[in-house]
């Protein structure tokens, strides 16, 4: 935005609101499958969330230093350009991309798993073809969300999407109502630790502070950029709490019984039960456009197909129907977390943020506290990867 010369703030982004933006790109779908990722790993897992929590504030805090080195970098594909040239800026624009596409798939198996919750026994007769209740639903969202990304403009979709923050506070109160007066307890023991787990817990832990794409979005649309890492502390801190209590709230409500989203766990036909099921629902419906938006702009620049209107619905129309046919292929909603988590989250969030500023600030130069802490977390990032991609996969395999 225009300023004067003078001027000692520009104009932007306060820093309530900013903290309110930062805290809403890192709440989202994660908060379901915590629980679930709190029993695969055991109560000493916790550490895990802790640690990852650690991680990715400090490489989101790499990631400004790289801005702050040079004033033409606005994005995180920019970044990786900065560091590795045109090479940096396609692989980091691919993991960014793909995580997307990811997650919005994932909104799919969320929105027809909860779906046949509430609709139990629901099937579909179409033209004869008779369709489950979970996939019929997902073909349902998918005709839903369709319109929802043909529009050009989406400020009301972002206006509404920032329920995100919302959303997670109204359903840990109607978990936490299910515990207390629907008659579900605090009685699950658990398990200590369960080192099988420990690949899928990490992999879906790193997916929950998955927001580093956003983050120079942010930055860059704050008044007061100083304050950006009180910012970042605050919105690590305040989604860190949100998902611990929430992880041991579910596990204690139902241990090793939990399935891969607490609301799928919650007692049926219980008022806190819709709440929380309608609330989860209306979350994806909101997100879906504005995640799959980035997506069809890079294709449309690429094929330079952004002034013809048609090409442009087009594009969108198959981006949607390609994650309806992978959700309905693979319905396994922690397992393609996971998988996100593992191949994507631990790319974007770890690996990429530690690299990019090693070269950009050629700090590997130089034994220091940075370059030492850039290299064991290249190292956690890889070893999570690796067998966080390698176990999901597993499971999915195993699940077919």
Partial sequence: MDHMPNSPQKSGTTFFRTCFNGVNALSGVGILSIPYALAQGGWVSLVLLLLLAVICYY???????????????????????????????????????????????????????????????????????????????????????????????????????????????????????????NGVGFHAKGIAFNWKGIPTAASLYAFCFSGHSVFPTIYNSMQNPTKFSKVLLYCFAVCTLNYAFMAVVGYLMYGQDIKSQITLNLPNGKLSTNIAIYTTLINPLMKYALIVMPISNAIEEWFQFSKFRLFSILIRTILVISTTVVALSVPFFAEVVALTGSLLSSSATMVLPCLCYLKITKTYKTLGFHSIACVLIVVIGVLIAIFGTYSSLRNIAESL
């Fill in 59 to 181: 490489t989101g805090l790499l990631l400004q230093k790289c801005m702050d080195s040079n004033s033409l970098v606005k994005t995180y594909p920019d970044i990786g350009e900065l560091a590795f040239g045109q090479k940096g800026r396609i692989i980091v624009a691919t993991a960014m991309y793909l995580e997307l596409y990811f997650a919005a798939i994932n909104f799919l198996i969320l929105e027809g798993d909860n779906m046949e919750k509430l609709f139990q026994k629901t099937e579909f007769n179409i033209a004869g073809l008779k369709i489950g209740g979970k996939q019929g639903f997902v073909l349902i969202t998918s005709l839903v969300v369709l319109p929802t990304t043909w529009l050009r403009s989406l400020s009301m979709l972002a206006y509404m999407a920032l329920g995100g923050v919302l959303a997670s506070l109204i359903l840990m109160i109607a978990v936490l109502w299910a515990a207390m007066f």
